[in-house]
């Protein structure tokens, strides 16, 4: 989130309270934008021994006199102490105070669910009952300090302390938090671009930018994309942090693209009241719990909003087919716990539990979601999704075709999809590369494959590098419908 303030404090006293941020050197609406520093910290180098240093005592000389007999052991030798206490930081016992067992003798680790700057999340089985549950795994070199083990500890306090595993769900966190004094202004760049608040980029807030980076989420949960994804395209530099920047300060919201048509009035008044670019002005978090909207037994309506998903499919639509291609390589390789909500969406439209979606299934399936698209659009979208041009949509198409674009377009999943289609491991995509790929799955012809590498090749090499590739990826549809 932008920022989000608590009583929690372990900032340096002489500080603002604020950890370093990467946007330190952003200048609005402004050509000097230089690229922001690195956070990245060098880990401690291993400590070596080196044993020249250490040499052991040489043998004793041989002596024709035998030296006196040394004493007998003990039968039994005497026990170590029970429960040795190790030095701080010397043990991973240390962390939560308790033995080392090795988890694997309990769990079978499975495939990652997800991942964050110090751990990654993988999905574990009981082998004694074959439950499954999350397990969170840190490298113990990230945890540096007393303050981070200490972190861990009351982590996993809490977590013991749950009731259930379907507790209330909250948004927390503390990593950028700081005392709330009235009256003081805060002056550093920090937080994540798409929930920055206009007054944090201008240098100067309080208390009223968490509310900025609440309405930012509440806009992503119902619509599927940040406020200002659409606007930031209007920017040269649409997908970096200056582009984001620039779109939030010029503070024009998206109303008027799916899903927002069919979503309440009630709901648009909250998030706009939410993103008000005056803080003064802003609503605070009282006036937003008392807001008709979200007031328990208020006007929310509690159905699903699914039209979003039928905006990605329009989005897909327009793409050229190397990027549909791409796009199904990187869906083939997600998580189940990705794209979960999107499989139970699947299997309610494939009535007949076939396997696959038939245009009659798709008709029928986008109707239930509200949806008054003509029979001529829902072709134009059955053929859209039917990337191998069977007649039908399979799980993977489906899957690729309405999945959020950006989780499809991290760095991982782009590299894994490029290295894909660049057979010989060259760093480029030939023609000849393109070419064998649309073959294997039934798509694209000779001119198809000219005017893609025509439309991505922007150095005119004849073929296509990586940064030109994520650039393709990256990008807005508009103007790729004519490859369609």
């Known amino acids: 989130m932008g920022g989000c303030f608590s009583k929690k404090n372990r900032q340096n006293p002489n500080s603002n309270g604020y950890r370093s941020s990467k946007h330190q050197n952003y200048q609005p609406v402004s050509e000097n934008y230089q690229k922001p520093r690195s956070n990245y910290t060098q880990p401690p180098q291993e400590t070596h021994h080196h044993h020249q240093h250490h040499q052991p005592p040489p043998p004793p000389p041989q002596n024709t006199t035998p030296p006196p007999k040394p004493a007998p052991p003990p039968p039994n030798p005497a026990p170590p102490p029970s429960n040795p206490r190790p030095a701080q930081g010397s043990d991973p016992n240390t962390i939560l105070g308790k033995p080392f067992e090795d988890i694997r003798r309990h769990y079978n680790l499975g495939k990652e669910l997800g991942r964050g700057q110090f751990g990654v999340t993988y999905l574990c089985t009981e082998n004694s009952t074959g439950h499954t549950y999350a397990c969170k795994s840190i490298l113990k070199r990230k945890l540096s300090s007393k303050n981070d083990k200490e972190d861990i500890k009351r982590e996993i306090q809490i977590m013991q302390h749950l009731s259930e595993e379907n507790s209330m769900l909250k948004a927390t966190d503390f990593g950028l938090s700081v005392f709330i004094e009235e009256g003081r202004v805060h002056r550093d760049i920090v937080g994540s671009a798409y929930y920055v608040a206009p007054e944090v980029l201008r240098r100067s807030y309080g208390k009223e930018i968490d509310i900025w980076s609440a309405g930012v989420m509440l806009y992503i949960l119902l619509s599927g994309v940040p406020p200002f994804w659409a606007v930031s395209f209007l920017y040269m530099h649409a997908e970096t942090e200056k582009g984001i920047f620039d779109a939030i300060l010029e503070g024009v919201i998206d109303f008027e693209t799916e899903p927002w048509p069919s979503i309440s009035r009630s709901a648009k008044d909250l998030v706009r009241k939410m993103l008000t670019q005056d803080p003064k002005k802003r609503i605070t978090s009282a006036q937003v719990l008392e ?86 659009e829902v072709k134009q979208l059955m053929e859209a999704a039917d990337v191998d041009g069977n007649g039908t949509i399979d799980y993977i198409e489906f899957i690729t075709a309405t999945m959020h674009r950006h989780r499809l377009e991290r760095d991982e999943h782009l590299y894994k999809a490029f290295c894909h289609f660049d057979a010989d491991n060259s760093g480029y995509i030939t023609m000849d590369e393109l070419e064998t790929a649309m073959k294997e799955y039934g798509m694209g012809d000779e001119a198809t494959i000219k005017d893609i590498i025509s439309e991505v090749d922007t150095d005119n090499d004849g073929r296509i590098n990586y940064e030109e590739f994520c650039t393709m990826m990256r990008s807005g549809t508009a103007h790729q419908a004519k490859l369609f």
Do not use: C
């Open 291 to 376: 807001h008709p909207w979200l007031r328990e037994g208020g006007e929310a309506l509690d159905k699903p909003i699914d039209s979003a998903v039928l905006s990605r499919m329009k989005q897909f639509r327009a793409m050229n087919k190397l990027k549909k291609l791409a796009l199904k390589v990187i869906a083939e390789s997600m998580s189940e716990e990705e794209i979960k909500g999107l499989k139970a969406m699947f299997v309610n439209m494939d009535t007949d539990k076939s396997g696959s979606i038939t245009y009659e299934e798709l008709k029928t399936g986008l109707a239930r979601l509200g949806s008054k698209l003509s029979e001529a």
